[in-house]
């Protein structure tokens, strides 16, 4: 199995320090401490292809900053980009991402989803009143009725339907040509994700699916912070009924033919996810087993 991009980031997160108003503030004033550096929410990376850190005297004191985490010691901040939380994703992120090592992919995603979550609630929910930033940066307090806001993750199940030794894939009409990837979905409320999995692939498929078991998981940056749950599902059938709202075309695929895609060989029936996104763990974890 290999590891799911975005993890293994080698950051304590120190929550001691987010409620510890007195430590918080020595460490924005630990001269050894460093920001990461952006192009508004892309990530700068340095000639050999990893994270940018800037140190402390090259920031903006203006500039509200947001503790990633302690690596030997020495605090890692990210800075609150203005406005940024509507900003769609470059094309020079994708680029950035296969080039970035894991460990520094981790540290980019956690910013990532924390830059997201400040700029799209900057209001408070309960009462409309502006927020602060408050407890080191991972979480807002209303300035009106001090009600109390936490980032959040939205639970997505990625699932293989798996039939006679073939996996269901598919892929949707934006996508570029020829790539496919595994079916996925938002949980919804009340629902476990067992139930989840049956229901999307069944929605999107006509797939129906009985017993699921776990393989990964993996945080998710894009579109909001999202935990990505990977499944296998055992189908019960292979017709498909596609729903073309959801999916522009699925397809049964051999154990051969994961291989084919995810080692890009030239005859491959399709290509595969970028090796920083769950679906291709999945479908290593599946060809491989």
């Known amino acids: ?76 901040f990210a800075p609150l980009v203005e406005g940024a939380g509507g ?56 300035t009106e009725c001090t009600a109390e806001h936490f980032p959040r993750t939205d639970p997505v199940v990625i699932m293989l339907p798996e039939f006679e030794g073939r996996a269901l894939v598919g892929r949707q009409a934006a996508w570029p040509k020829g790539n496919y990837s595994a079916l996925a979905g938002f949980l919804e409320p009340g629902e476990s994700i067992e139930e989840a999995v049956r229901r999307e692939v069944q929605e999107e498929s006509g797939i129906v699916c009985g017993t ?28 498909i009924t596609l729903d073309t709202n959801e999916l522009e075309d699925a397809m049964w695929v051999t154990k051969a033919e994961v291989r084919n895609a995810l080692d890009d060989t030239p005859n491959k029936r399709f290509g595969a996810p970028p090796p920083f996104a769950i679906a291709h763990s999945l479908l290593h974890s599946w060809a491989n087993s």
């Not at 004191?61 to 990633?68: K, P, Q, T, Y």
């Not at 992120?93 to 990532?112: F, N, Q």
């Not at 998710?220 to 017709?239: H, K, N, R």
């Open 212 to 239: 699921v078991r776990y393989i990964t998981s993996q945080p998710w940056p894009f579109g909001g912070s999202q935990l990505m749950i990977a499944c296998v599902a055992e189908a019960l059938g292979d017709v």
């Open 87 to 142: 900003m769609a994703r470059s094309p020079a992120i994708w680029r950035a991402l296969s080039m970035l090592p894991a460990e520094d992919a981790a540290i980019y995603g956690t910013a990532r989803s924390l830059l997201d979550w400040h700029n799209s609630h900057r209001y408070c929910g309960r009462c409309g009143g502006s927020t602060k930033l408050f407890r080191a940066g991972w979480g807002r307090k209303c």
């Open 1 to 76: 199995m290999i590891a799911p991009g975005f993890t293994g980031s080698p950051l304590d997160r120190a929550d001691r320090l987010r409620n510890d108003l007195a430590g918080f503030n020595a460490a924005l004033n630990d001269w050894r401490g460093r920001v990461l550096g952006l192009d508004g929410l892309d990530p700068v990376l340095t000639s050999e292809g990893g994270l940018k850190w800037l140190s402390m005297a090259e920031v903006d004191v203006s500039v509200e900053l947001i503790l990633l985490g302690l690596a030997d010691d020495k605090p890692h």
